[in-house]
């Protein structure tokens, strides 16, 4: 059966998140989020928001925060596609996005995103503020080697 791009909210795309992503939880907020249907059911999401490096938020830039899928074959480089679509009909000029570095990216590559940028280890979220540390937890990518992929307009 054919993939078909559908719309998601906000707690549909957060949901699908919360059940089936490898590494994170879904994000506290959006722009936007897109959805991908095999014709009976969901089999993945993408969701944008503000870019969460305040140096690449100025307002023409916009991230995809998540991508998730149930594996189902090119789910993921369709959501790109499909995100990125979504954010230039809205008027953005820049997309960046983030895998780990052992991840290959060719969902990515295959959408058109290219890497830019190699990014060391950072420490995690729990480190940043002692006073804040029990509210926090170990999920996401503290410790982690990033590469950032971008895509304009």
């Known amino acids: 059966m054919s993939l078909t791009v559908v719309p998601v909210t906000f707690r549909q795309a957060c949901a699908f998140v919360t059940e089936l992503h490898r590494h994170n939880k879904a994000p506290r907020g959006h722009k936007f989020s897109v959805g991908l249907s095999n014709g009976e059911r969901l089999v993945g999401v993408a969701m944008a928001g503000r870019p969460v490096a305040r140096v690449l938020d100025d307002g023409l830039t916009v991230e995809i925060n ?49 890497c830019v940028a190699d990014l060391a280890p950072r420490g995690s979220w729990k480190e940043s503020s002692v006073a804040l540390a029990e509210l926090r937890d170990d999920v996401g990518n503290g410790g982690v080697a990033r590469c950032r992929w971008e895509i304009l307009a």
């Open 66 to 114: 998540r991508t998730c899928t149930d594996g189902t074959p090119n789910a993921n480089s369709m959501l790109y596609g499909a995100a990125w679509r979504a954010a230039k009909a809205m008027g953005y000029r820049r997309g960046v996005t983030y895998t780990q570095a052992e991840e290959s990216g060719a969902s990515l590559r295959a959408a058109g995103w290219k």
